[in-house]
């Protein structure tokens, strides 16, 4: 086989795709970073310009995510209350997942299978908390109300998320955001959502019994 080139085309997402196939067959512990390279038609040097270990390849964009949330805070109108504010910045973060959402339940299976991956996403999950709440506070947002809103956007991205990923209907990501939103406000406020029900086809309207004619005497 001849030398291959210094820089792969999409060597990235190779890596990935070919890490997530080999946890789901092998399992991650038992997994290498040797198998993934190979796997990936690519060199043990290739992996380790993207990802400093195997367990990085489940975390990678973290920072962009990050970044992406602290921007659409910090770029929300003035008049946006804290929560719109983290309301925004997730429904754009939200567009980003949309289409890998096949990749993102694989990737949530082998997480949730290891105590120690399950640390590590607990811990992206913060860094975001930490990072929302001082792009509120940058906002003039105080204590504890950036924190609070903090904490409150994460809890609205893992609920959306895991709803997502379960969602048969294929539903977007940005919309389970939105109705987690409108559930936290509820609780808060005490007000009650009512969602608007799809109108009943013609024929579902045929097929339910008429009313009994009522005789007059």
Do not use: C
Not at 5 to 28: C, H, I, N, S, T
Not at 79 to 108: C, I, K, N, W
Not at 135 to 154: H, I, N, Q, W, Y
């Amino acid at each position: 086989m001849g030398r291959m080139a210094r820089w792969e085309p999409d060597a990235l997402g190779r890596l990935q795709q070919a890490a997530l196939e080999l946890y789901g067959e092998r399992g991650y512990d038992q997994t290498t970073v040797a198998e993934i390279a190979t796997r990936a038609g690519l060199t043990e040097r290739t992996f380790f310009r993207y990802f400093a270990d195997k367990r990085e390849v489940l975390f990678w964009g973290a920072g962009a995510l990050q970044q992406l949330l602290v921007d659409r805070v910090a770029s929300a109108p003035d008049s946006a209350t804290p929560l719109a504010a983290v309301a925004m910045a997730l429904e754009a973060a939200a567009a980003g997942f949309e289409p890998r959402r096949d990749y993102a339940r694989q990737r949530q299976a082998v997480i949730a299978a290891h105590a120690e991956l399950m640390e590590r996403e607990l811990i992206k999950l913060a860094s975001l908390a930490s990072a929302m709440a001082d792009a509120l506070r940058r906002r003039g947002v105080t204590d504890p109300a950036a924190s609070l809103t903090g904490e409150a956007g994460v809890a609205v991205f893992k609920v959306a998320f895991e709803r997502w990923l379960n969602d048969t209907k294929r539903r977007d990501f940005s919309r389970h955001i939105r109705e987690s939103i409108d559930e936290l406000t509820a609780v808060a406020t005490g007000k009650r959502i009512v969602r608007a029900e799809p109108s009943p086809s013609r024929s579902a309207r045929a097929s339910r019994p008429k009313p009994p004619t009522r005789r007059h005497s």
